[in-house]
């Protein structure tokens, strides 16, 4: 087995743990700034971290924390960060690296948010929707055939988004006024809304019941297998209830790849019960 090297420093004798140097000359250099510098205990450290203006207590070097970790890490307590090779977001004036969409992560998450990654929350009520909101009130009197389609950025859903409540619900409030209650959804007459219609005489203001019901007579209400969660085919339910009392909730269960409650749920009429 090959020895381990010896410390640089002349006549030490005792094996390198890091640097080149032994334990006791690497600690030095760590408190010192210097591996030979032995004289000075921890206690007599600067009062204060030796970088200009700094005011933090030092922690090794004569760095603070802070600094000493940018000096760890870049070889300067002066940088913070190593500037990235990424290309710049497109937005003018600013050199943060580029995310998506040619944005950087902060205008980014302004353009999925507000349609446009020079808005703000803390901007004014009418610049901070900007474009979106003046394309909103130049079709609120909009009456042409088909569906008016929300030419922004939209959720994953298909909604567009536009404020807190999407451009639909907007859109709603600028053609029939404030919703009745703060309950109260703003539904689609042409059951279009997962394709970001916002057309201002396919919109009004519904009850939550109402609103259910508008999403069982468009076909859009996901239940059954059609459902995000479903994890068995309308097919498999016709089965599974089928086979009620001729074989085990268990081995229904472990064959269609279920728990044994959901088996019992089947059975009771608890879920599913549409199908």
């Not at 353009?111 to 808005?119: A, C, E, M, S, T």
């Amino acid at each position: 087995m090959a020895e381990k090297p010896l410390c640089s420093i002349p006549d030490c004798d005792k094996p390198v743990l890091s640097r080149g140097w032994c334990s006791a000359h690497y600690s030095r250099w760590r408190l010192h700034g210097d591996p030979l510098d032995g004289s000075a205990p921890r206690s007599h450290q600067p009062s204060k971290c030796t970088v200009e203006g700094c005011e933090r207590k030092p922690k090794a070097q004569g760095y603070c924390h802070m600094h000493y970790q940018r000096f760890m890490s870049h070889g300067d307590p002066m940088v913070a960060t190593l500037r990235s090779t990424r290309p710049s977001c497109s937005v003018p004036d600013c050199q943060e690296p580029h995310t998506a969409k040619g944005y950087c992560a902060k205008h980014y998450n302004r353009w999925k948010k507000y349609g446009d990654p020079l808005i703000s929350r803390r901007s004014s009520p009418l610049a901070k929707q900007g474009e979106p909101l003046q394309w909103l009130l130049d079709h609120v009197s909009y009456e042409g055939p088909g569906c008016l389609t929300w030419p922004f950025a939209v959720f994953p859903n298909g909604y567009g988004i536009f404020s807190e409540g999407g451009a639909h619900r907007t859109m709603c409030t600028l053609a029939n006024g404030d919703p009745p209650t703060p309950l109260h959804y703003a539904a689609h007459d042409c059951g279009n809304g997962q394709d970001a219609c916002v057309h201002p005489k396919h919109l009004y203001w519904a009850t939550p019941q109402e609103n259910t019901m508008d999403r069982y007579r468009h076909g859009t209400m996901l239940f059954g297998e059609r459902g995000t969660s479903a994890k068995l085919t309308a097919l498999q339910v016709h089965e599974i209830r089928s086979l009620k009392g001729k074989e085990s909730q268990r081995k229904l269960a472990q064959r269609y790849g279920v728990s044994k409650s959901l088996v019992g749920a089947i059975h009771r009429d608890e879920i599913w019960r549409l199908v």
